[in-house]
């Protein structure tokens, strides 16, 4: 497998991060996973997009055209027809210190590849979730490095048994530790308005697109929790999750306890778009 790391492709056992990279000590910089279907990059503009807006929110001025060229090299070098490409942009290499690096210090880039399958299983099946309290910080939009809460938030929901945390604050619904939600209610799909609470998922974008396409009404609006334990339909999305269905959240069912009829609806006219 061929990895990138400051400039060089190379053998993935052959790339060594500087320990000095600012992603190593501070988590100082910016990522996306992007899916790769029958070796096509999907949405891959909307990724590169927010790649570069995240970048922008913390000050660090990157490239669209050169992450697009080392990102298509990654996919063409590794030919792995279905796969998840990770990119991630740091602030720079320099020893530690708080503040930026002096002027001509560079971003650095570092990219790796796995095969990965969709994942059927769940996605027929459907997850549990469980609820957490969202302590995560106030710019939940940028895709930051830092993901220490969603880490920890994420082990404590395998720990109970679940394979996501629903997150809320004061209780009202946010996101997953690394998924958008979504809840159907009398036919509506309803989720978490685009605000600095979120990252706006592209998959949610999509969904949001495909669910306009069937006629099935948006509300991007946030809801509370206990909207969501009474919802007819809940799902999560995410680039290598897709659409989930999540069939019990703190152990209380949602709607019948199986992956419902609107979620398969949208289910079925992703993979057609894919
Ligand atoms: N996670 N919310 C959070 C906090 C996320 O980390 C992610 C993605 C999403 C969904 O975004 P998208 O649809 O663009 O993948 C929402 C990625 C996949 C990860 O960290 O592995």
Redesign the pocket.
Known sequence: KISYYNGEFLDDDKISVNYNDRAVYFGDGV???VRIYDNEIF?FE??LD?LVQSAKEIRIDIDKEEIREIMIQMKDKNKLPNA?L?IQVSRGIEGRTHLFPEKGVQPVVLSFINKVDRPIDAMRDGVKAVTRDDYRWLK?HI?SLN?LS?TLLKQEAKDSGATEAILHRDGVVT??????VFAIRDGVLHTHEANNF?????????VIKLAKSLDIPVKEKAFTVDFLKEADEVFI?????EITPVISVDDEKIGDGVSGEITRKLQKAFEAGI
């Not at 996101?175 to 958008?180: M, Q, R, V």
């Not at 979120?198 to 999509?206: A, E, H, K, S």
């Not at 999305?237 to 999750?241: A, C, L, M």
């Open positions: 990522y996306e996973v949405t909307e990724h927010r998840a990770y939940c895709k993901l969603n996101e997953g530790t690394s998924t958008n979120v990252l706006n998922g592209i998959t949610r974008q999509y999305t995410s680039t290598t999750q």
